[in-house]
């Protein structure tokens, strides 16, 4: 089974060689939040506004009356924490479309829909 690290850098693989089709992919932009940090730089950038849950993926542009999509990334087994669940709801309700993400297909699946005719499902908790 893939960590949620590997569904991720697949995703990023994935979105890079299909700015081709999609040029707005080039958008799409990593929030390091988690991982372990030394705990001087966890206050660096704590101080500097790091908030815990934020979703692990931006992509700022806008469609089907969104301001922009939010992907939180899980493994297939993953499970969204509290603050996560908080984020998600409050992004959604600030007009973003904010979604839990269970691996790479997951969010491919997610970005097309978004990015193409379809109406996208807001479906950002579990």
């Known amino acids: 089974m893939l960590t949620e690290h590997q569904e991720q850098a697949m995703l990023i ?3 890079r060689h299909t700015e081709s089709h999609w040029p707005e992919l080039a958008l799409l932009h990593a929030i390091p939040n988690g991982g372990w940090r030394h705990k ?37 087994k993953g499970r969204l924490r509290p603050e996560q669940k908080w984020w ?27 990015l193409g005719a379809v ?5 950002g908790t579990e």
């Open 40 to 76: 001087a730089t966890a206050g660096r950038l704590k101080a500097e506004g790091l908030k815990r849950g934020v979703p692990d993926l931006c992509l700022p542009v806008a469609r089907h009356g969104y301001h922009g999509l939010y992907l939180e990334m899980k493994s297939k």
């Open 119 to 123: 109406e996208p499902d807001e479906t």
């Open 88 to 114: 998600l709801v409050r992004l959604n309700g600030q007009g973003y479309l904010a979604v839990v993400c269970k691996g790479f297909a997951s969010a491919v699946d997610v970005i097309t829909e978004y």
């Open 13 to 15: 693989t994935w979105a």
